[in-house]
C-alpha cells in the first residue's frame, strides 16, 4: 500500500510538469489556433536565463521575476518579428518554423551554456513531510504553483475584456477585427504569456529533473500528451490531463507493463482520447465555420 | 610560366619511374606530404551532447600537435562532424567523411548505436575505425571486423568487476540494478550477471529507464521497495545524477555501484550535490583530474598546461576532456610509429602492435596493449570511492582477463 501511494505522489508531481508545460501549449492554443512545437525549448531556454541571473548573484526571486518578464517579451518580440510576416502563410509553414525555432533554442542553449547539466536551485526545501521519503515540500510546492497559475489563467480568460478579446482573436480573426479587436497584438500577447508560462514552468522543473539544454524534450511529449487528453483548449482540463497522465503512467508502469513502455503508454492514451472524444476528456467541441 | 602538356606528361611519367626507385613514402588515402586527415562523427547537439565535449578537446589538442610541427611534419586535419547521436545521420556523415573527404581513418566516433550502424560499412570499405568512444563489447572482434577497434575498458568488463566484488564483500545482501534500457545498459547487465551468477537470486529489483522518461523517481522508489541494500546504478549522467540526489531526498543508505560513464565529478557529482554522493563506488581507468591527489604528476600538469592554453573555454571538471585528450595522444602516437607507410591497411597493422604504451592520464600501472587477437586496447580498471569532491582509489588494478 505505501508503495502504492508513493507511485502515485511521485505521479503527481511528474504530472504537475506536464501540467505546466501543457498549460503554455494551451496557452498559445487558445490565444494563436496553433500547436507551438518549440515550447518546450523556449521554456528552457528561459530556465537558462534565470540560472544565468542567479549564478551572477542576483537573489532567487528577481531573479524569478525578471525571468519572466524577460521570457514575456522574448515571447512577444518572436510573434512579431518570426510569425508576423508569416501571418497568412499556411499551417505547414509555421510547423516548420516552430520546429526550426525548437532546433535554434536547443542549439544555441548548447552553444552558450555547454550541454552539462547544471542543478537549478529550488524555492521550496527538499524537506520531508512524511518522515520516510513520501511527499516532500518541493513536490508540493510545483503543485501548488501549476495550480495557481492555472487559477490566473482561468480568471483572465473567461473574466476579463483583454482575456476574451485574446480567445476570440484567435477563434474568428476576421469578426473580431470587425468588433475592433487588434488582432496580430493579441496574438504577439497570447506568445508573450506562453513564453512567461512556459519560463515558470521550466524554473519549477529544472530543479527536480536538472538543467540541460535537453530538460524539455522527453517532458514536451508528455506535455502534449497530457494537453491533449484533458483537452488542447481548456486550461483546466489540460492541468487534470497533466495529473492524469503523471499517475496512470507511473501505475501502468509499476504494475501492469513494465518502466519500457510507459511513453508508449502515454502515446496510446492520445491514440485513444483522440479516437473517441476528440476534443479532449474535458474539453468542448469548437465549431468552425469553413 | 605555361607548362605545356608535353612537359606535363613527361613529368607524370618520370614521377611514376621515380616511385619505384624511392619506394618510402606509401600514402592511403588522405595522405599527403603535409597531411594527414582523419574524420569523426561527434554528438555535439542533441541527447547525449554532453559527451562533444571529448571532440572539442581533440581539436585543440590537434591544433596544438600542428602548432608544434605536426606527425612527421604532416599537420592533422581533423574534421569532426556533428551527427547528434543519430545514427542515420552518422552513416550519412561517415559516408561523406570517407568517399568525399578521403579521410585515413575514423578516430573516436562517440556513441554505441551510431557506430554499430558504420561497423560493416568501414569493414567493407576497408577504412580504420579507430578506438570507438563506447564501451560496448562488440569492437574488440578482430576476426570479424579487422578494421574496427575500441578504446576504454568494456562495459561487460566493468559490471563483471562490481559483480565480483560484490560476491567478494557481501555475498547475502540483496541487490537492485538500475539500467538504461539500451545497448549501454544490456552490456553491463551481461557483465553482472556472469559475475554475480552464484547469487543472481539475491537480486530483488531489476528495473528500466528509457532515455525519454523526465525522471527517475519513480524506478528509484520501486527499487527501494524491494529492500536492497546493494544498488547498481547503470545510468548515463543526467540520470544518475538524478538517482543520486533522489536516493538521498528519501533517506535510503545503499552501497551505491555507479558506472563510469556517469562518473564524472563535474557532469554528474557536482550537480547532484557532494553531500548527496559520498561513499559512491565507481570504476576508473583514467585519472581523476579532481583528485588533489594527482596535482604534482607530470601528465597532470601537461594535460592542464594544454587544457588552459589551446582549449580555455571548456570546463576542466568534465571527465570527457580527460579520456578524449589522452586517447588523441594514444593516436599520435601510433601515427608516429606507422612513420612514412600511412596507408590504412599499415594503421591497422600498427594498431594492432601498440606495446606497453605509456598514455598519459592513465592510471599508474595501466599500459595500451593490443596484438592481432587482442583489440581491446585497455583492459585494466581499478576501484574508485566517492569522497568529499573527488573519487579516492582503492584496491589492486583489476583486468579483464582475470574476470571475463
Known sequence: ?290 | MKLSRRHAVIGAATGLLARPALAQNKYGPGVTDTEIKIGQTMPYSGNASAYGVAGRAQSAYFRMINDQGGVNGRKINFISLDDGYSPPKTVELTRQLVERDQVLLMFYSLGTQTNTAVHKYMNQKKVPQLFVATGASKWSNPKQFPWTMGWSPNYHTEGAIFAKRILQTDPTAKIAILRQNDDMGGDYLDGVKEGLAPIWKNVVADVTYEVTDPTVDSQILQIRNSGATIFIDIATPKFAAQAIKKIAEIGWKPTHYLVSVAASVGAVMRPAGFENAQGIITAQYAKDVTDPGWAKSPDYIEWKAFMDKWNPTANQLEGSNVTGYAVAVNLVKLLKQCGIDLTGENVMRQAADMKDYDIPLLLPGIKVNTSPTNFSPIRSVQLARFDTDHWSLFGDLLSQDAHA
Open chain 1, 1 to 290: 500500500m505505501e508503495f502504492f501511494i508513493q507511485q502515485v505522489v511521485a505521479g503527481l508531481t511528474s504530472g504537475a510538469i506536464y501540467a505546466c508545460v501543457a498549460l503554455g501549449l494551451v496557452m498559445i492554443f487558445v490565444s494563436t489556433d496553433h500547436i507551438n512545437f518549440a515550447q518546450g525549448e523556449m521554456a528552457m531556454f528561459a530556465t537558462y536565463i534565470a540560472w544565468a541571473l542567479i549564478d551572477a548573484g542576483v537573489p532567487y526571486w528577481i531573479a524569478f521575476g525578471s525571468t519572466i518578464l524577460i521570457a514575456f517579451v522574448g515571447g512577444l518580440l518572436i510573434q512579431r518579428f518570426i510569425l508576423k510576416p508569416l501571418e497568412n502563410a499556411p499551417v505547414l509553414a509555421l510547423v516548420v518554423c516552430f520546429i526550426a525555432l525548437l532546433s535554434i533554442f536547443n542549439a544555441m542553449a548548447g552553444m552558450i551554456w555547454s550541454y552539462t547539466i547544471k542543478p537549478f536551485p529550488s524555492p521550496f526545501p527538499a524537506l520531508d513531510l512524511t518522515g520516510h521519503g513520501l511527499v516532500n515540500v518541493r513536490q508540493l510546492g510545483v503543485v501548488g504553483v501549476t495550480l495557481i497559475m492555472l487559477g490566473i489563467l482561468t480568471v483572465f480568460f473567461r473574466y476579463t475584456t483583454l482575456g476574451l478579446a485574446m480567445r476570440a482573436a484567435a477563434q474568428n480573426a476576421s469578426s473580431a477585427r470587425l468588433m475592433g479587436v487588434r488582432v496580430s497584438w493579441m496574438l504577439a500577447l497570447g506568445w508573450g504569456l506562453a513564453a512567461a508560462i512556459g519560463a515558470t514552468a521550466g524554473m519549477l522543473v529544472a530543479p527536480l529533473v536538472f538543467l540541460d539544454p535537453n530538460m524539455m524534450t522527453g517532458i514536451l511529449v508528455y506535455g502534449f500528451a497530457a494537453a491533449l487528453v484533458g483537452g488542447i483548449a481548456n486550461p483546466a482540463g489540460a492541468v487534470l490531463g497533466g495529473f492524469i497522465v503523471g499517475v496512470l503512467e507511473n501505475l501502468v508502469g509499476s504494475y501492469v507493463i513494465g518502466n519500457e513502455l510507459k511513453l508508449t503508454f502515454a502515446l496510446a492514451m492520445v491514440v485513444g482520447v483522440l479516437l473517441f472524444k476528440p476534443a479532449g476528456l474535458f474539453g468542448r467541441v469548437i465549431v468552425k465555420r469553413v
